[in-house]
């Protein structure tokens, strides 16, 4: 059984660097084709795809948040960390991280889901 | 970039046939993915690959997809099914996922 759960600050202050860290079970993201994605969704608005890396590095962002995110693996073999610098308050938003395979396309399961707040 | 359009709302009675639509230039050459989204919880991946269901999802959700729009389709409409259905593809000119808009079901 596949679980994800992100973890990190609620509350940033403007400018600030965000770090998110999503930590999974249930697969091995050194497996061929596993992949993980970062997606937002703002109060009472759409989903925004962020990121997304794969087993053998390979990595995506979103072209208008390039520049301000890095997605790596994390120091953990089950963890992948998102940092998103010059947060500000529209960045404020749920934030998931989810699994897919490369080919596949869609995003199969989710985290819950943590809140950020950006706010001085 | 790529974009989605969804419509904001959509609403049926129960027992009825809810059809939400994804609209995107020559979508039909796509592969499309749609996710159920009930408030306060994650997306949960209902249809992919056009219309394929993950498992534990119900026969009643489907999906199609031809010229430049897609479709969920949802039938024998529950009380249940009330939630937001977010269309996704992957852009293939970009080389990433894309999210439409969203849709509302409402059960009335």
């Known amino acids: 059984q596949i679980t994800l759960k992100e973890s990190g600050p609620t509350l940033v202050r403007p400018t600030q660097t965000l770090t998110l860290t999503c930590t999974f079970s249930?697969?091995?993201?050194?497996?061929?084709?596993?992949?993980m994605g970062w997606v937002r969704q703002p109060p009472g608005k759409a989903l925004e795809w962020l990121a997304l890396?794969?087993?053998?590095?390979?990595?995506r962002y979103s072209p208008s948040l390039m520049g301000r995110l890095t997605i790596t693996k994390g120091t953990s073999k089950n963890q992948v960390v998102l940092r998103m610098t010059n947060m500000d308050p529209v960045d404020t938003a749920t934030y998931y991280c989810?699994?897919?395979?490369?080919?596949?396309?869609?995003?199969?399961?989710w985290g819950q889901g943590t809140m950020v707040t950006v706010s001085s | 970039s790529y974009v989605l359009t969804q419509p904001p709302s959509v609403s049926v009675a129960p027992g009825q046939t809810a059809r939400i639509t994804c609209g995107g230039n020559?979508?039909?050459?796509?592969?499309v993915h749609w996710y159920q989204q009930k408030p306060g919880q994650a997306p949960v991946l209902v249809v992919s690959?056009?219309?394929d269901r993950p498992s534990g999802i119900p026969e009643r959700f489907s999906g199609s997809d031809s010229g430049n729009t897609a479709t969920l389709t949802i039938s024998r409409v529950e009380g249940g099914d009330e939630a937001d259905y977010h269309c996704?593809?992957?852009?293939?000119?970009?080389?990433?996922?894309?999210f439409g808009g969203g849709t509302k079901l409402t059960v009335l």
């Open positions: 989810a699994h897919t395979r490369r080919g596949f396309g869609a995003f199969d399961i």
């Open positions: 249930g697969f091995s993201l050194s497996t061929g084709g596993v992949g």
């Open positions: 890396i794969y087993w053998d590095d390979d990595k």
């Open positions: 020559n979508i039909g050459s796509k592969i």
């Open positions: 690959d056009d219309d």
């Open positions: 996704q593809v992957w852009d293939s000119s970009s080389d990433h996922p894309v």
